[in-house]
């Protein structure tokens, strides 16, 4: 059996080896090649750092012990697990070194690898100089301890994250984000990342040479392909990771870490399918869209309740052409009802929601004409927190029975007059959260007393822009549908009544002079773009809002493409051009044709039909997933057995990324002498040098081609 003296010389002699190693790796840094055999032994360094610290924390110990240098055998058992603590040390650094060249990098694991070379060289420091004044080497000995804590703490940080140790101290409370403020990628997908992914993806550990710690990183994508392509399950790394069986190695997150649930799962797919954007705000998505449905819930604060839903056909049965009857949110028992249009409005249908009593949480009358209506029946409503009653003519009775409701969080009766005595009432209402008290002939004296009496409620009395300039929200454009057959209504419409709202059907900006005023309904029988800018008084103008509308035109009798489209967004072939069904912009996997590689090029015969005098071509843009709007566009017309061209236009490229986003272009023929029709859309070759993949080939995405006489 070994003595102790030879096993203290084994280690001594041991040391030195872990030097050396440790010296020529950190020397030829990533100049130095090493086997496989040696990454699987760096691969243990997680492994291996627990007995350096535990017997060198054991060793310092033996250096605090009174009179140890009386005590020979405890000394020399302090230095024997000091001496094993040491070489345990050096073989943690010795993987760690080998490790940290696979793929981790950052400032944290700078801090890390030399502060696990420090504790070496401390320990190797202070073991052969261990026989010197007792008080330095007690010094000596703590400040070795800090330096094992610390390069402990840097080592989880590199692991777990940098705020691991201090996270179950910190506070954990999340802020509320306003769904019209939540943007798809940074509210709703980016948290799934940093709860399952980023641990392995960050400053500090890339697996895989991708970063997801920031949105270069994700852009840019990884070694084995983009993180993300919109619209391309196919390509996009990341889905086709975390769709693999939970068993195969390329599986993510890894089956050791927590998985996505299915919710989760869910949002990715509908984050890629709806276009990968990662500056899209939430509320740009259609109502019905998945990713919506799921996600607008995180945003609205949305609570549980506890009463039974209402049943389903006496829902069905109370949505009327005046009335809407519908869930808070997907799921929810709470109800949300709303009364529209001034003329259809009969005060009798009030009693109709005695079935859903229960169930109503929000309720809106807003400028429905109330004078004189009882609003008891109100009293009924046994969990109603929202009450929208603006400009409804409301007289100091009808306020008292408002005033009377324990149950309501928000009020808004802006637009009624609020006398003495309903000021009074209001202001024993102290479960209020917000109210609303536009134009209600308040006085300044009014408002303070009200705000006295609810320190806690936020009161809205209303805008006042003495000395500010602010710019007006953009109009509202209502149409029934972008592909009409024989003429279409359009509404523009304006929160502030007192706006002026001018159009323009040209595809030029509106100015506030010589741009049409809107006054009615406009009626269009042509294909086009509506622009819309709203202009008032002490007022910026609004940001400009513009809407598509297609005629249906002539089909023509023949069509045929010259090159077929990308095998992953052909929907139905080059008949998905004349079907009159406009694609959505957020989902273009679907129902648009998507050229790269070659042009899009469409040849047309109308036969005996009649011959168009314009052609209209509904594009897709959405930069961020490489869809640009065509290099150039030309149509040419057969005559005499050749072709000559009829139109030609090269658009303006884009200066940065936009969210996804239909537009049309026109091209107006020279003449209609032609027999046939060849209609070219030539893809951007290079993306500029703004864009995060500069070089590379853009998409050309098109849903239909119209031909109007």
Request: glycine share 6%; net charge negative.
């Amino acid at each position: 059996m070994l003595k102790i003296s030879s096993i203290r010389s084994i280690l001594e002699s041991s040391l030195f080896v872990w030097i050396g190693l440790t010296l020529i790796i950190t020397l030829a840094g990533d100049a130095l090649v090493l086997p496989d055999w040696l990454q699987v032994f760096g691969r243990s360094h997680p492994i291996l750092l627990h007995f350096p610290i535990v017997l060198l924390l054991m060793g310092l110990l033996f250096f605090w012990i009174p009179g140890i240098d009386q005590k020979p055998e405890i000394r020399e058992i302090g230095e024997v697990s000091f001496l094993a603590g040491c070489n345990f040390a050096g073989i943690t650094v010795l993987a760690g070194l080998i490790l940290a060249q696979e793929e981790y990098t950052g400032e944290i694991l700078t801090w890390h690898k030399w502060g696990g070379m420090v504790v070496f060289g401390g320990c190797v420091l202070l073991y052969f100089f261990r026989t010197i004044k007792a008080s330095l080497i007690r010094i000596s000995s703590l400040g070795l301890a800090i330096a094992i804590i610390a390069t402990g703490h840097w080592g989880a940080g590199l692991t777990h994250g940098e705020d691991f140790l201090l996270a179950p101290i910190q506070s954990n409370q999340v802020e509320i984000i306003p769904l019209a403020e939540a943007e798809i990628f940074g509210d709703v997908v980016q948290p799934i990342l940093q709860a399952k992914c980023i641990s392995c993806h960050k400053e500090g550990k890339v697996k895989g040479k991708l970063r997801m710690d920031h949105i270069e990183g994700l852009q840019k994508g990884g070694k084995t392909g983009p993180f993300v392509l919109a619209g391309d399950f196919e390509k996009s790394m990341l889905i086709q990771r975390i769709n693999l069986p939970e068993d195969d190695k390329k599986h993510m997150p890894p089956k050791n870490k927590a998985q996505l649930t299915d919710e989760e799962l869910l949002i990715l797919s509908e984050w890629v399918a709806s276009g990968a954007s990662f500056e899209q705000k939430l509320v740009t998505l259609p109502a019905k869209n998945e990713l919506y449905q799921l996600a607008s819930v995180k945003f609205e604060g949305n609570k549980i309740y506890s009463f039974d839903a209402a049943d389903q056909d006496d829902i069905e049965e109370l949505n009327t052409s005046f009335r809407s009857v519908k869930a808070l949110f997907p799921e929810s028992p709470a109800l949300d009802v709303s009364y529209f249009g001034i003329s259809a409005f009969p005060p009798k249908s009030l009693s109709d929601l005695k079935v859903v009593h229960d169930q109503i949480v929000k309720f809106s009358l807003n400028k429905m004409p109330l004078a004189g209506v009882d609003l008891k029946f109100l009293k009924d409503f046994k969990h109603l927190e929202e009450l929208q009653l603006n400009f409804t003519d409301l007289d100091a009775e009808q306020l008292k029975v408002v005033s009377e409701l324990k149950t309501l969080e928000v009020l808004a009766i802006s637009g009624n007059v609020v006398d003495q005595s309903t000021l009074q009432k209001i202001a024993e209402m102290k479960s209020l959260k917000k109210l609303y008290l536009w134009h209600t002939a308040l006085t300044e004296e009014d408002q303070e007393k009200i705000q006295k009496a609810l320190p806690d409620t936020e009161i809205d009395f209303g805008f006042d822009g003495k000395g500010i300039i602010y710019e007006l929200n953009s109009p509202i454009i209502s149409q029934d549908e972008m592909i009409y057959q024989d003429s279409l209504e359009i509404k523009l419409s304006h929160p502030i009544k007192t706006a002026e709202i001018r159009y323009t059907l040209d595809g030029t900006e509106p100015d506030s002079i010589s741009s049409p005023i809107y006054t009615e309904p406009i009626f269009v029988t042509t294909t086009g773009k509506i622009i819309a800018k709203a202009f008032s008084q002490d007022w910026k103008g609004s940001k400009e809002i513009e809407s598509v509308f297609i005629h249906s035109g002539i089909k023509p009798a023949e069509y045929a493409l010259a090159y077929e489209p990308n095998s992953k967004y052909k929907a139905s072939g080059p008949g998905t051009l004349f079907d009159l069904v406009k694609a959505e912009a957020t989902n273009h996997g679907q129902k648009w044709l998507g050229f790269q590689e070659k042009p899009m090029v469409l040849e047309v015969d109308f036969k005996n039909l009649p011959k168009a005098n314009d052609v209209s071509l509904s594009l897709l843009y959405n930069e961020a997933a490489h869809i640009f709007p065509p290099a150039k566009v030309t149509v040419q017309g057969l005559e005499n057995g050749q072709w000559k061209q009829l139109a030609s236009i090269s658009p303006p490229m884009p200066k940065e990324a936009s969210s996804a986003r239909s537009d049309l272009l026109t091209l107006s023929l020279d003449n209609n002498k032609y027999e046939k029709l060849k209609i070219t859309l030539i893809p951007v070759p290079h993306l500029p040098k703004w864009h995060s993949n500069a070089g590379s080939k853009a998409w050309v995405f098109v849903d239909e081609v119209i031909f109007n006489e």
